[in-house]
């Protein structure tokens, strides 16, 4: 067996592990419906109401996968606690904090989805309609920085860097020069 045989052979492997299955789902909730409200707002712009639709489809399905999501990051928070608390036991506090911490929030992708889809069956033609519209513009916003918040966070548990340095390693405006 070569290598790339090799390599594809453990992508998909690990595509059925919930530890990397979890990893998968996780930019849906900025770039998918970032790519969704994006879509929505120009279609609102130029008038198309299939676009319209698409980027409301988009939005709530990406929402929705908060479901999966966090069925994934259950089932593999056992085996990363186990491995985090051999020599790193505050990452595994954290990932668990963290879970519970979406558990509480999914709420918000749940409303999100609720709201994109009523103005998907409402359309944009009457006061509802219209309300459902901005509803969905300001919940998908929302959901956007609330995912960008818990990624950066998260990321804060594997990526040491992004912690703030100690004081004697501050960039000041001289070392920027």
Same mark, same amino acid.
């Given at each position: 067996?070569? /290598? *790339?045989?090799?390599? #594809?052979?453990?992508?998909?492997?690990?595509?059925? *592990?919930?530890?990397?299955?979890? #990893?998968? #789902?996780?930019?849906?909730?900025?770039?998918?419906?970032?790519? =969704?409200?994006?879509?929505?707002?120009?279609?609102?712009?130029?008038?198309?109401?299939?676009?319209?639709?698409? =980027? +409301?489809?988009?939005?709530? =399905?990406?929402?929705?996968?908060?479901?999966? %999501?966090?069925?994934?990051?259950?089932?593999?928070?056992?085996?990363?606690? /186990?491995?985090?608390?051999?020599?790193?036991?505050?990452?595994?506090?954290?990932?668990?904090?963290?879970?519970?911490?979406?558990?509480?929030?999914?709420? +918000?992708? %749940?409303?999100?989805?609720?709201?994109?889809?009523?103005?998907?069956?409402?359309?944009?033609?009457?006061?509802?309609?219209?309300? #459902?519209?901005?509803?969905?513009?300001?919940?998908?916003? =929302?959901?956007?920085?609330?995912?960008?918040?818990?990624? %950066?966070?998260?990321?804060?548990? %594997?990526?040491?860097?992004?912690?703030?340095?100690?004081?004697?390693? /501050?960039?000041? *405006?001289?070392? +920027?020069?």
């Amino acid at each position: 067996m070569n /290598q *790339s045989e090799q390599l #594809l052979r453990e992508f998909f492997t690990a595509l059925g *592990s919930p530890e990397y299955g979890y #990893l998968m #789902l996780e930019p849906m909730f900025i770039y998918g419906i970032g790519l =969704g409200l994006i879509i929505f707002l120009f279609a609102l712009i130029v008038k198309e109401p299939k676009s319209q639709m698409l =980027g +409301l489809i988009l939005i709530a =399905g990406c929402a929705m996968m908060i479901g999966p %999501y966090l069925n994934r990051r259950g089932a593999a928070e056992a085996r990363i606690v /186990q491995v985090y608390q051999i020599d790193q036991p505050d990452r595994a506090e954290g990932f668990i904090a963290k879970t519970k911490n979406r558990r509480n929030a999914k709420w +918000l992708y %749940y409303l999100t989805a609720a709201v994109a889809i009523g103005a998907l069956l409402v359309g944009g033609k009457n006061k509802v309609g219209t309300g #459902l519209t901005i509803a969905t513009i300001l919940l998908a916003v =929302g959901t956007i920085f609330f995912s960008s918040v818990f990624h %950066y966070n998260e990321a804060k548990l %594997y990526h040491p860097n992004l912690r703030a340095p100690p004081a004697s390693m /501050q960039y000041s *405006s001289d070392t +920027l020069r």
